[in-house]
């Protein structure tokens, strides 16, 4: 990739007069199929990869090690006590699967809004909502206690004759969260198929031409299979969208739903989404930066569609923000002491730190995005990621911790502190996130090279006579744009 | 893959395109004479296909509709035969079923069920999985997934005819007519 042709590479001057242009470098289909496929088929496996995947694999080990620990001898390996009985275990929950939520976003509510800067980055951000909802589904799965009979959380005919409690938001949860993890898989798999086929085109070796082949399911690029793969592709996305809302929603059940000051609190399911579609941007800005970088998809994913990330960053982040002073004026405003004193003791008690490590990364840093210079410098933006990702941890940890650690009765006031093996299952969490990640960016399309077809210009059958294709800018119609008259 | 087979039956003549548009005024022109068995095949779904090919609407979002009545009703009977019937649950006195408490897993399984109904729903309609396709087998279609649009009319259509749809293929404008042979095992 020759550099200064890249660093030339701007579309984000907001120029009302022209449609801003998704695809940059001058490519067309061709182009779009060799670069997208060619990192899968033909590169050569980089070093960095192989390096990579033997670290986050050595995580994932650790990880495991720690969970066969915390089977063979019980959660007090953990730094629970009474009254903390929820501590990082559900926080890491709660923020792996606020991060996939900013996949189903991208995937299912920006196709609904029509927004065709999407196309870029939905199989990506898709690939990360399953990576991390599996990642997220460890978690309450290892903290039930008694881990051998955890099936009990599924209505499951069993020698007891027993049944769930379907009026517990614990089992909500189940449901949500299966319910999330299937259909995002469901989705993306849909949304890969025209893609498979394509590897499946251009393999080389038998191997590969068999498995892509396998998975393509025999996809012949027919329009009347599009008709009804394009109407699949909507419902999915029309299904998905509440879906998303939903899974966040349940998982805020787990604390509205209870009596803690702190947890019961109307507030949670909106502002919980917001969180989740705030930390999940993070988390793809986090791996979309490098990754583009890494293999020259700088045309594909370009600073325009970085720049409307942050764009939903900056305001994801001022709801939660809004979210946070909601709570504190409530807290004062309902006039229940044990309310009050949670909120206080939150930003004033022995878990300040945390309070306000959570306040500066979620509410100050993102509003640094309405400066335009900062929304598209990539350095920059990257850290501020890395800020919103450790602000979206803290705030579970927050809201969980400090609510439990100081409950009713002052006599049973506990400091709740991580152990070792708290961390290292945490840490290793993100080894077998990382470790997905790599996989998947090695073996499979990484960018929906069918859907980015259709948002370039030359894929319009009518260019030339109706309106040109672009975002919203190409509302204009394209002989007010270019000063002649209309065809 | 091995050289196109050559050796079976005429299965079908395929003319190919560059560009989406003359592609499309090329399937314009095969629905005007009146052909029904033929397919156009591009890497991406071009814009108004459907009309300029005459495709009806399908039926997929019945077969979905079909899947959420089949979960939403799923969801609740089962919440009601094991809480309220099978193992009943007295909790602080509240209804053995109370549909507040009860609608998340509804939720959740209506719209479960409508989405692998969508999912499978497309495989059935669309014929998939199938892996053995003439059309798969020839060389010269691999680029229909990459960058070229192909108009395939096949040899069980009742207006076809080879010498008279082979001319009639030529006039649109492709590259070249080919022919597409059925695969024979050896």
């Known amino acids: ?487 | 893959m091995s050289a196109t087979p050559r050796n079976g039956a005429l299965h079908a003549l395929m003319t190919d395109f560059e560009s989406p548009s003359q592609f499309m005024q090329a399937c314009v022109k095969v629905r005007d004479a009146g052909y029904r068995h033929w397919d156009a095949h591009s890497p991406f779904p071009v814009h108004g296909m459907d009309d300029a090919m005459g495709i009806r609407g399908t039926r997929l979002p019945w077969i979905v509709l079909v899947g959420g009545i089949t979960g939403f009703s799923a969801a609740l009977l089962m919440q009601w035969w094991m809480n309220a019937v099978d193992y009943p649950y007295v909790i602080s006195g509240k209804p053995l079923l109370g549909l507040p408490a009860n609608f998340p897993v509804i939720f959740e399984l209506t719209v479960l069920f409508s989405a692998f109904a969508c999912f499978f729903g497309m495989w059935g309609l669309n014929g998939m999985p199938r892996w053995h396709h003439p059309l798969l087998a020839n060389d010269r279609f691999r680029r229909a997934s990459q960058d070229r649009f192909y108009v395939v009319i096949e040899a069980r259509d009742p207006k076809f005819d080879s010498e008279r749809t082979r001319a009639f293929l030529a006039s649109l404008g492709g590259a070249v007519v080919e022919e597409v042979r059925e695969i024979v095992e050896a």
């Open chain 1, 1 to 487: 990739m020759m550099k200064p042709q890249v660093e030339a590479w701007d579309n984000t001057k907001d120029d009302p007069t022209k449609p801003v242009e998704l695809i940059l470098g001058g490519n067309d289909f061709t182009s779009i199929t060799e670069k997208v496929s060619d990192i899968v088929l033909e590169r050569k496996t980089p070093r960095a990869w192989y390096i990579a995947i033997t670290a986050t694999a050595g995580l994932t080990g650790i990880m495991f090690l720690m969970i066969a620990y915390l089977f063979m001898r019980g959660v007090g390996v953990w730094g629970l006590n009474n009254p903390v009985g929820w501590a990082w275990d559900i926080t890491n929950f709660v923020f792996w699967v606020g991060i996939g939520h900013a996949g189903t976003l991208i995937s299912a509510i920006l196709f609904l809004l029509r927004q065709k800067w999407r196309t870029s980055i939905n199989r990506f951000a898709e690939a990360m909502t399953i990576f991390a909802v599996i990642c997220a589904g460890i978690f309450p799965g290892i903290h039930v206690g008694r881990v051998w009979v955890v099936y009990w959380l599924f209505p499951l005919p069993n020698n007891q004759a027993m049944w769930p409690n379907f009026r517990s938001p614990l089992l909500w949860d189940v449901f949500a969260v299966g319910t999330y993890m299937t259909v995002s898989l469901l989705f993306w798999y849909t949304g890969m198929i025209p893609d498979l086929a394509t590897l499946r085109d251009r393999a080389k070796g038998r191997v590969k031409q068999a498995v892509y082949g396998a998975l393509a399911l025999g996809w012949r690029s027919s329009h009347r299979h599009w008709h009804r793969y394009e109407k699949a592709y909507l419902l999915l996305a029309g299904l998905a969208t509440p879906l998303v809302l939903s899974v966040h929603s349940v998982v805020s059940f787990d604390f509205a739903t209870s009596q803690i000051p702190g947890w019961h609190t109307a507030i949670f399911p909106p502002y919980f989404v917001a969180g989740a579609v705030f930390s999940g941007f993070a988390m793809v800005g986090t791996i979309l930066i490098p990754a583009r970088k890494w293999f020259g998809l700088e045309a594909i994913i370009t600073k325009h569609h970085l720049e409307n990330m942050n764009k939903i960053i900056l305001a994801t982040g001022s709801i939660v923000g809004f979210a946070y002073a909601t709570e504190f004026f409530i807290a004062w405003y309902g006039g229940n002491p044990n309310e009050s004193f949670a909120f206080i003791n939150r930003a004033f008690g022995p878990y300040a730190w945390a309070y306000w490590t959570m306040v500066t990364c979620n509410v100050v840093t993102p509003q640094l995005f309405w400066s335009k210079k900062i929304r598209t410098n990539l350095t920059v933006m990257w850290i501020m990621y890395i800020f919103v990702n450790i602000g979206m941890w803290f705030e579970r940890f927050v809201i969980i911790v400090s609510s439990l650690s100081r409950d009713f009765l002052p006599s049973s006031w506990a400091y709740y502190r991580p152990t070792p093996v708290d961390i290292m299952t945490f840490v290793g969490s993100f080894g077998l996130f990382f470790t997905l990640v790599l996989l998947f960016i090695r073996f499979l399309p990484m960018i929906a090279m069918a859907e980015v077809k259709t948002v370039m210009p030359i894929a319009d059958a009518h260019s030339g006579e109706r309106r040109s294709v672009g975002d919203y800018h190409g509302d204009i119609p394209s002989h007010i744009r270019d000063g002649g008259s209309p065809k």
